[in-house]
Nanobody, 119 residues
C-alpha cells in the first residue's frame, strides 16, 4: 500500500519561494500510469489543484499558478517536490501530495502539511 508524506517549512516569508517534498513509500513514482499531484486547501476554502508530475516525468500545472510553480522528482529517493515562487499570504494553506490515476481519481493522499506565509 502506497504511503505519501509531505515535509517542509511551516512558515515562509512573503516574496520567498515555498519548497515542499513528498516522500513516497510502498510504490515507485515511475510506475505506469500514475500521476503525482500537489493540491492545497486555504483556510475556509475548498481544494485547489496545483499541478502534477507523471510517471514519465512530464508535468502539467494549473493555469492560474503555472507562472510560479515547478514540480520535480528525485527517482533515487522516490520523492516529489513542489516549488511555488513569489508567495503571498494568499498562498497560506494545507498542502497535500496525492497519487492519481489516468482516470483522474486521487486514490492516495498524504496527511498534508500546513504552510503559512507571513512576515
Amino acid at each position: 500500500q502506497v504511503q505519501l508524506q509531505e515535509s517542509g517549512p511551516g512558515l515562509v516569508k512573503p516574496s520567498q519561494t515555498l519548497s515542499l517534498t513528498c516522500t513516497v513509500s510502498g510504490g515507485s513514482i515511475t510506475t505506469n500510469y500514475y500521476y503525482w499531484s500537489w493540491i492545497r486547501q486555504p483556510p475556509g476554502k475548498g481544494l485547489e489543484w496545483i499541478g502534477y508530475i507523471a510517471y514519465s516525468g512530464s508535468t502539467y500545472y494549473s493555469p492560474s499558478l503555472k507562472s510560479r510553480t515547478s514540480i520535480s522528482r528525485d527517482t533515487s529517493n522516490n520523492q516529489i517536490s513542489l516549488q511555488l515562487s513569489s508567495v503571498t499570504p494568499e498562498d497560506t494553506a494545507v498542502y497535500y501530495c496525492a497519487r492519481g490515476t489516468q482516470a483522474g481519481t486521487m486514490e492516495s493522499w498524504g496527511q498534508g502539511t500546513q504552510v503559512t506565509v507571513s512576515s
